[in-house]
């Protein structure tokens, strides 16, 4: 087993975590509200971006090598991979997700999952308040609208996926992209000898805590400061597993970029369909998306297990790793 390189993973760390979480003090101390516009260019330019930041100071600035060890590259992407088997797997996560809601909250009556509601007058009701907090009223004739016949939510979540697909490799790649070039580029290349299981339950772990001040400031959990780490950590773990995966069969880190962008792309979805929830269970980022991300793991453990026993070997040598995902 090669040895692992400490050195240049506690100086990746101490970088990624420098960056973030000074700007989340400055945001703190210098009074600036979570989710103003000064504290969303903040995140979105400091703090989320701060993984590839320190995965190019090490790898670029203080070690002269290049970037496409990390996966930074398209030469020899598999694109079947990226643009369709990549985008189903997210399917299995999100629908997966949805059903625990359905089945935890609608049938079993766990209130603190919520309910999904595909009810037309939800659907206004959400579209009313949702342009009322953005002083929008007069935009949509709503109240004709209600006397359509037809079911609205359903449509809406086929379109807003199919919109996830397209942002989630064109708008939200770039920011997904200073995430995962740390995640799964740096850290994975640096950890995948220790196998699939030990070197995932590393990165999710600091990839959960790497989270924890912008929690504590309402991200995700704004009613769970606290415990909301937890549960983050608990959800990234999970979905690095996913995560992983896709970084390997895609031959390239923008495979798990666009995962992440398209999880990012449809939040709002989530927050039109899910009513009541405890944000901890009913929720993406909650126990119901930890469930989903394992669906995909199940998925793996039954379809492809020969990849967790051959994962220590490399990110992309085997040709093995590049086969389609069975049905």
């Given amino acids: 087993m090669p040895e692992t390189n400490w050195n240049k993973i506690n100086q990746f760390l101490l970088i990624t975590f420098g960056i973030a979480w000074a700007s989340a003090f400055y945001m703190r101390f210098s009074q600036i509200q979570y989710s103003s516009d000064e504290s969303l260019a903040i995140i979105a330019f400091l703090?989320?971006?701060?993984?590839?930041?320190?995965?190019?100071?090490?790898?670029?600035?203080?070690?002269?090598?290049?970037?496409?060890?990390?996966?930074?590259?398209?030469?020899?992407?598999?694109?079947?991979?990226?643009?369709?088997?990549?985008?189903?797997?997210?399917?299995?996560?999100?629908?997966?997700?949805?059903?625990?809601?359905?089945?935890?909250?609608?049938?079993?009556?766990?209130?603190?999952?919520?309910?999904?509601?595909?009810?037309?007058?939800?659907?206004?009701?959400?579209?009313?308040?949702?342009?009322?907090?953005?002083?929008?009223?007069?935009?949509?004739?709503?109240?004709?609208?209600?006397?359509?016949?037809?079911?609205?939510?359903?449509?809406?979540?086929?379109?807003?996926?199919?919109?996830?697909?397209?942002?989630?490799?064109?708008?939200?790649?770039?920011?997904?992209?200073?995430?995962?070039?740390?995640?799964?580029?740096?850290?994975?290349?640096e950890t995948e000898h220790w196998g699939f299981w030990k070197s995932n339950l590393f990165i999710g772990s600091i990839w959960g805590l790497w989270h924890g001040p912008i929690i504590m400031m309402g991200h995700n959990f704004p009613n769970y400061p606290i415990a909301g780490i937890g549960v983050m950590i608990l959800f990234c773990i999970s979905l690095s597993f996913v995560q992983s995966y896709i970084r390997v069969k895609t031959k390239t880190v923008f495979g798990p970029a666009a995962f992440h962008g398209m999880m990012n792309a449809s939040s709002g979805i989530t927050l039109m369909l899910i009513v009541s929830q405890n944000e901890l269970l009913g929720s993406i980022s909650g126990i119901a998306g930890i469930a989903g991300a394992l669906l995909v793991l199940i998925y793996i453990l039954i379809f492809d297990r020969k990849f967790i026993s051959d994962f220590s070997a490399g990110s992309s040598s085997d040709s093995n790793f590049n086969s389609p995902p069975a049905v």
């Fill in 47 to 189: 703090y989320m971006p701060a993984p590839a930041i320190a995965a190019y100071i090490v790898q670029r600035l203080m070690r002269n090598e290049s970037l496409e060890n990390f996966g930074f590259t398209i030469k020899g992407i598999s694109w079947i991979w990226t643009l369709l088997y990549t985008p189903l797997l997210y399917l299995l996560f999100f629908l997966g997700s949805l059903l625990v809601i359905y089945f935890l909250g609608n049938q079993f009556r766990i209130l603190q999952f919520g309910y999904l509601d595909f009810s037309n007058e939800h659907f206004f009701d959400f579209l009313a308040q949702t342009l009322k907090k953005q002083g929008n009223e007069g935009m949509f004739p709503i109240e004709k609208l209600r006397q359509i016949p037809l079911a609205i939510s359903p449509f809406v979540l086929v379109v807003g996926l199919a919109m996830a697909y397209l942002v989630g490799f064109t708008i939200n790649l770039p920011f997904s992209l200073g995430e995962e070039l740390g995640w799964r580029g740096l850290l994975q290349k």
